[in-house]
């Protein structure tokens, strides 16, 4: 089981703001590797009415020990006042994968 080994999601609401954040976490070894997904639709609730927007989906591995700095340094870099950051733990990969992505954090 690798629990300490997690995956962010991270919406943005272009390809501009993701690479910025993508860069960023990386250079700063709050992850080892950032995907931006493709645009995509969102449909969400957003001060009482229902909200359609484009985004793009980051997809973050980093350690679980540095979530707390990964989503402060999100925070400060991010256009929304509520970004979503959502980890999810990873509990099985490829060894050599993690063995990796724990490397390229520290």
Same mark, same amino acid.
Not at 73 to 88: D, T
């Given at each position: 089981?690798?629990?300490?080994?997690?995956?962010?999601?991270?919406?943005?609401?272009?390809?501009?703001?993701?690479?910025?954040?993508? &860069?960023?976490?990386?250079?700063?070894?709050?992850?080892?590797?950032?995907?931006?997904?493709? =645009?995509?639709? $969102?449909?969400?609730? %957003? =001060?009482?009415?229902?909200?359609?927007?484009?985004?793009?989906?980051?997809?973050?591995?980093?350690? &679980?020990?540095?979530?707390?700095?990964? =989503?402060? %340094?999100?925070?400060?870099n991010h256009p929304y006042s509520v970004p979503e950051i959502i980890a999810v733990p990873i509990l099985e990969g490829s $060894?050599?994968?993690?063995? %990796?992505?724990? =490397?390229?954090? &520290?």
């Amino acid at each position: 089981m690798n629990a300490d080994c997690v995956l962010l999601f991270v919406t943005v609401p272009d390809l501009e703001n993701a690479k910025k954040i993508a &860069r960023g976490l990386v250079s700063e070894k709050l992850a080892a590797c950032v995907n931006i997904a493709a =645009e995509f639709q $969102s449909v969400y609730r %957003w =001060e009482g009415k229902i909200e359609e927007s484009n985004e793009r989906l980051l997809l973050i591995k980093t350690l &679980r020990d540095n979530f707390t700095k990964a =989503e402060s %340094w999100i925070k400060k870099n991010h256009p929304y006042s509520v970004p979503e950051i959502i980890a999810v733990p990873i509990l099985e990969g490829s $060894s050599d994968y993690l063995n %990796w992505l724990k =490397e390229s954090v &520290r």
